[in-house]
């Protein structure tokens, strides 16, 4: 397994297996929870299986996947995910079904999560929201990441503009460092002096 099992007092995070799809299918398929995400909703199971080979399958033969299905204790049922991209971005990402929101959830689970990050020796984590999703940037507040700047991309496969935050958390204790790549390949950015 490429992706260590970790525990909380709530939560098992875990990989994501074959035998999930059909919760994997609830939490991709709600429209509300991804909306703010770069992909649309899943539409069926059969979607559902080729999505989760392409974006879980994949990772979990490499040999580094920060990839969870983030399940309650109760039940071990996949209720959210988190992950981490293994690019230069360590583009940290997360999504949970709407009956769970609102109970500290993604806080427990990616707390848990840059625990094992930073004791893997993982340098920093970065991650971004739409603007129009401030509750994401809240979460990653929550977590003692930064607000670093804000750009302007073309958001694909959707296809129309958006303004991101991006913020960042340095986890080697190296405090100067801001991942810059969304800056330098955006014509528009700027640093916002107020965040919601």
């Not at 398929?29 to 879980?56: C, G, I, Q, T």
């Not at 405090?175 to 800056?183: G, L, P």
Request: aromatic fraction near 16%; hydrophobic fraction near 35%.
């Amino acid at each position: 397994m490429n992706t260590p099992t970790i525990e909380t007092e709530r939560l098992i995070l875990r990989e994501f297996t074959e035998n999930d799809l059909e919760a994997f299918y609830q939490i991709y398929s709600d429209e509300e929870v991804n909306l703010f995400l770069p992909w649309f909703p899943l539409k069926n199971r059969e979607e559902a299986k080729l999505f989760y080979e392409s974006r879980y399958g994949t990772k979990y033969r490499e040999p580094d996947a920060y990839h969870y299905a983030v399940c309650l204790k109760k039940d071990n049922i996949p209720i959210g995910y988190v992950n981490v991209s293994m690019d230069d971005s360590f583009d940290f990402g997360y999504g949970l079904r709407k009956k769970f929101w609102h109970q500290g959830i993604v806080t427990e689970a990616g707390e848990a999560v840059i625990r094992r990050l930073r004791m893997d020796g993982i340098p920093y984590i970065t991650a971004t929201h739409d603007v129009n999703n401030p509750r994401s940037g809240a979460v990653m507040r929550r977590l003692g990441m930064k607000y670093q700047y804000s750009y302007e991309e073309q958001w694909q496969p959707k296809d129309f503009p958006v303004i991101f935050r991006m913020y960042q958390l340095n986890l080697d204790g190296n405090e100067e460092r801001v991942y810059d790549r969304y800056w330098k390949a955006s014509a528009v950015h700027f640093v916002e002096t107020e965040i919601d």
